[in-house]
């Protein structure tokens, strides 16, 4: 499809909005990987412009060059018709420039107002930027306790602070880099709206990284689909729909059911994979009675019982901090309990003793990856292992010939892209690091899969290929 620069009368859908950021043919290359290949973008004041790719497409870096945290290899920036080089982030910033990364960049020892605060200099008024706090909150809709310690904060809270960083400086050019990934829908709504205000009134320039084909169709003006670093396709949001989004992502058709469902293309009426009584097998899970106090001393899980079977999904809701957090943690063997018991197949299991989760067959796929999902100074062979090293070590030391069979086999079967098992996990993109998590709690062939918010989806989706037994900690 050709770029659309008129709308349907002939007219400029773009007159009268400035130019804010310029690019052209922005190439930047890691190694053999070609991350960004000549690449233009436009933005333009008023507009809130969508940039859709599969993982690893390059939304991130080329976000990141115009942000000043990466240097394009080839290329020129101009932001507001002036050539620019931007080395660093306080470079982009004093160019307007801000950004919400895809990874929290928080210190969780601190509170959020120091975190909102960290970057400036001078000395610090607490009250005015517990007001500025307050201020953006009431405005966009991101309330937030200024006080709280971010380390006790869920992943959907920490997302609010890190967008509340960003907009504290005011930014005339914005950048979100999949800030709902963590966000309820109705939070995801709430932040569009006002963006969409914000937009227009202040004549910003918005970019909306995302994968989600509903979000950039209703939140975004001008759209531009990546795919393996280069932008194949550009329209205007109003001419474009589901399918063609999902098309110019993949490159081909989306017409296996499971493809469908993950872009979110199924239909409503569209009947539900159906699951046969002899699909569901015995009872593999039981929670009953279960009690855990917080840190605080509260009951966050109250005499809580949960019964699930095999072949079962058995999703979780209720607003968020009410104990999904430790259930997921209980889960994952990181709390112990004040009451009540936990069995796995009819085996009684010590909640709380190191590994022990794991060892009977409770796999977990974290909220926050670089929380608790991956260490990503190791390798991704060594990320595919952390958990169980039994396949591929010997008397306690590990084979490195059998370790990089057994990744290069995970890597193939689950589409991660990566420059090999040697690669070190950062340099994944964020998408490829949780295909990492998910390969190895799904390499466990695991008797039951905790799936805390955002990886809900992916392992509900993955079912009819492993059919693992999911229990889903949703919000
Ligand atoms: N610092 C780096 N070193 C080596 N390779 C990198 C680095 N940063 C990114 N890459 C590679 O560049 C490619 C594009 O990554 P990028 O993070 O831009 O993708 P993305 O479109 O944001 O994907 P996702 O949707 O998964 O976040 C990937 O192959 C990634 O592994
Ligand atoms: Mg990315």
Redesign the pocket.
Known sequence: MTPSSTDRNGADPHAGSALAVDLRKIT?R??A?T??DSVDLALRRGRIHGIL????????????MLIGL?LPDEGTICIDGVEQKIHSPSDASRLGLGMVH?HFSLVEALTVWENVALGETGRLDPTAIRNRIGDIADQYGLVIEPDAQVGNLTAGLRQRVEIIKCLRRDPSIVIF??PTSVLTPEESAQLFESLRHVVADEGRAVVL?S?KLDEILHATDDISI?RQ?AVVNRLLAEDADAPTLARGMVGREVSLRSERAAFGLLAANDAPTAVHDNQIGDVVLTMSGVTVRGLSGIRALDDLSIELRAGEIVGVAGVEGNGQRELGDLLSSLVSLDAGSVSVNGEHIPAGRSGAMAKAGVGVIPEDRHDSGVVLDMSVAENLVLVDQSNVANRGLIDQHALEAFAVELIEQFGI???GPH??M?????????RVVLARELAQHPVVLVAAPAAAAAAAASREAAAPRVVSVAE
């Open positions: 930047k890691f190694g990987v991350a960004c790719g599969e993982n690893g497409a390059g939304k991130s870096t080329l976000m990141k990466v895809q880099d999949e990284v994968h990546m670093g892209l990566c420059a690669a070190p950062w340099s994944l993109s964020g998408g490829n690091q949780q």
